[in-house]
């Protein structure tokens, strides 16, 4: 079935530090790929996006390709900021239509 | 882009008392709504997928009958916590597809449920 396997946390890093975080799904057909962010406290908000094979999602200078080749779509920001503290999760869409399938989420802390 | 709306945002109750949480969309009718329950730095574990007008589809090892789901309207479902214990204690969100070409998912901000 599908499924995302992310890389475990936690991750710290200083302030502007290059930050990847690691995702691989499994799937079949042609999945649509997220990551999200989930603020202390909060729900969760979508990141960013790829719907298709080579397709690149961005936002906030966060960036993640999907790679077909490598079932991957690691998350990656080049200089990150104490802002962005908080958990982090991959996920995908497969086949069923709405359902999303998470990774265990990768909690990321940014010290000034 | 779309707002989900959760209420309340926290609750704690006493063991043995039902508790009901709402999850709205705001600005966009939800034929599918979604339901998840989070437990300490873990991820999301998905409950029980809700459509409008109909019973909710739940996930192996859900019992339905401690956790109600009424979807009454396109905009409208609630997560009944019956006869609720201390290990019910989690953070419940809800999601809703907007449907449609894209159909994206938004995410509601959780409702912390502490059982005493």
């Known amino acids: 079935g599908d499924s995302v396997t992310q890389m475990e946390g936690p991750v710290t890093l200083s302030e502007e530090a290059f930050l990847t975080i690691n995702c691989t799904y499994t799937?079949?057909?042609?999945?649509?790929l997220f990551w999200y962010v989930q603020y202390p406290g909060e729900g969760l908000q979508l990141l960013l996006k790829?719907?298709?094979?080579?397709d690149k999602g961005s936002n906030k200078g966060f960036e993640a390709t999907y790679r077909k080749e490598t079932t991957s779509f690691h998350l990656e920001k080049g200089s990150v900021q104490v802002s962005d503290s908080a958990v982090y999760f991959c996920?995908?869409?497969?086949?069923?239509?709405?359902?999303?399938?998470f990774g265990r989420g990768t909690q990321l802390t940014v010290w000034p | 882009g779309a707002v989900v709306s959760q209420h309340p945002s926290w609750v704690i109750c006493k063991s043995g008392t039902s508790v009901k949480i709402e999850c709205r969309s705001l600005?966009?009718?939800?034929?599918?709504m979604f339901w998840y329950r989070q437990f300490p730095k873990q991820s999301l574990m998905l409950m029980a997928t809700?459509?409008?007008?109909?019973?909710?589809?739940?996930e192996q090892g859900v019992e339905k009958d401690k956790f109600l789901i009424n979807h009454a309207s396109l905009t409208l479902s609630t997560l009944t916590v019956t006869s609720a214990h201390p290990e019910d204690s989690s953070f419940y969100i809800c999601?809703?597809?907007?449907?449609?070409?894209?159909?994206?998912?938004?995410f509601g901000p959780g409702t912390r449920l502490t059982v005493l």
């Open positions: 790829a719907t298709k094979a080579d």
């Open positions: 600005d966009f009718q939800a034929t599918t």
């Open positions: 809700s459509n409008e007008g109909s019973k909710a589809t739940y």
């Open positions: 799937a079949t057909g042609y999945p649509s």
């Open positions: 999601s809703a597809n907007t449907g449609g070409t894209y159909n994206e998912q938004f």
């Open positions: 996920a995908l869409r497969g086949s069923t239509l709405g359902r999303l399938y």
